[in-house]
């Protein structure tokens, strides 16, 4: 079949519950929205699950404020709770389509957007990667059809939701290196703002024309701005590069 007959039979098995081994993308106790392609022109599919309960886990909550105008945007069109929304990336691989060097970039396109990845498989792909036994070493959930009606099976799962995209750092260990005569508290508190808004910054280029940072956040960068900056480096660059110029590799042993 084609990528847009895969589209509808593998939506049929999302409202059908006929996805075995489903225990990531949402069930049918949640409802379910497909956000439209002009949004996300770079996935195939994008769902957002609305659920009764809030998800309270320290992911979502990191979550929400780094991905704020998107789940804000589509909350106020639902009329939902901010912190009942999830959105899917769904890219589908159908019989016609190639799998290619593509699509590490897509699986990663779709984690650093949404914070994870699924990949859906027509039968013939379903089959050579089975056999292959890749599955579980991707970084998506793999969903696979089974070749009978709308039926699929979850394969492989990816159940870590990444939040803080590359941004991430050793908080405490910098924050003690910064403010080694105490617990270095104050340092960690404003590392975690500095990730934060990286964050945000990062994602919202990607979307949007606007910063999306908060008043507050923006008073932090001004102060930030007004600080001295250190020597970008280049003046140590060139000595370094002087004083190795005729090294030999034994003067390294």
Do not use: W
């Not at 079949?1 to 990531?24: P, R, T, W, Y």
């Not at 957002?48 to 320290?58: M, S, V």
């Not at 897509?106 to 013939?124: C, P």
């Not at 908060?214 to 701005?225: H, I, K, N, Q, R």
């Amino acid at each position: 079949m084609n990528e847009k007959q895969l589209k509808v039979l593998f939506c049929s098995a999302l409202q059908s519950g006929h996805i075995k081994n489903n225990d990531i993308l949402p069930s049918q106790n949640a409802e379910m929205r497909i956000v439209e392609e002009a949004n996300f022109r770079s996935f195939d599919l994008v769902i957002a699950a609305i659920t009764q309960q809030p998800y309270a886990d320290y992911d979502n909550y990191n979550n929400m404020l780094v991905r704020t105008q998107l789940l804000e945007s589509f909350a106020r069109s639902e009329k939902c709770r901010i912190d009942c929304v999830r959105f899917y990336p769904i890219e589908l691989k159908s019989d016609d389509d190639t799998i290619d060097e593509r699509l590490p970039s897509q699986i990663i396109n779709a984690i650093m957007t949404f914070g994870l990845s699924v990949l859906v498989l027509d039968r013939n792909h379903s089959k050579r990667i089975a056999k292959s036994g890749l599955a579980k070493f991707m970084p998506a959930t793999i969903i696979c059809y089974t070749g009978i009606e709308d039926n699929f099976e979850v394969v492989s799962t990816f159940d870590r939701f990444i939040s803080s995209g590359i941004f991430s750092f050793n908080r405490s260990t910098l924050a003690r290196a910064l403010a080694p005569d105490d617990s270095g508290s104050r340092a960690y508190g404003r590392l975690a703002v500095l990730q934060r808004i990286l964050q945000k910054l990062a994602f919202n280029q990607m979307y949007y024309e606007n910063l999306g940072l908060a008043e507050d956040e923006l008073e932090f960068l001004y102060t930030l701005s007004e600080i001295r900056m250190p020597s970008n480096g280049r003046k140590r660059l060139d000595s370094l590069i002087k004083e190795t110029a005729n090294a030999k590799m034994t003067d390294f042993l």
